[in-house]
């Protein structure tokens, strides 16, 4: 399954750096619904949008409001896979490496221990 969460009016959004910006903003905010229960009925989900759509920073927080765990999610560049997983675990009020952790080649913050509870930012080039 692919969703395509995009928006023409995106331009027409503010800024995520400035004040008034909110996440609700999002154009991924408007298919959490159909999101979710995409990701229920399947095994492996793959979400589509344009860059800043929301879905790298959204989807795993969506899936944690509704206690879907383990959640994979994979990033193609390192500093996608920092960045991604310290925006989640800030909205989650968090510390990357507990709920919220990442995995880069050798690099792991994260707790083996409670992996199965653990949202995991990865870096990875699927082929």
């Excluded at 004040?19 to 999002?26: A, G, H, M, N, P």
């Excluded at 795993?60 to 896979?81: D, G, H, K, W, Y």
Aim: aromatic share 6%; hydrophobic share 40%; glycine share 6%.
């Amino acid at each position: 399954m692919a969703s395509s969460p995009t928006s023409s009016s995106q331009s027409s959004h503010a800024s995520p750096f400035s004040s008034s910006w909110k996440f609700t903003d999002l154009p991924v905010m408007a298919l959490r619904d159909k999101i979710v229960e995409k990701v229920q009925e399947n095994r492996v989900t793959l979400i589509v949008g344009e860059t800043g759509c929301g879905k790298s920073s959204q989807v795993p927080q969506f899936l944690l409001e509704e206690n879907m765990e383990p959640i994979l999610c994979t990033q193609p560049r390192r500093f996608a896979v920092v960045a991604v997983a310290r925006m989640v675990a800030k909205a989650r009020n968090c510390e990357v490496g507990g709920e919220v952790g990442y995995h880069i080649g050798h690099s792991r913050v994260y707790s083996p221990s409670i992996v199965d509870n653990t949202t995991l930012i990865e870096l990875a080039i699927l082929l």
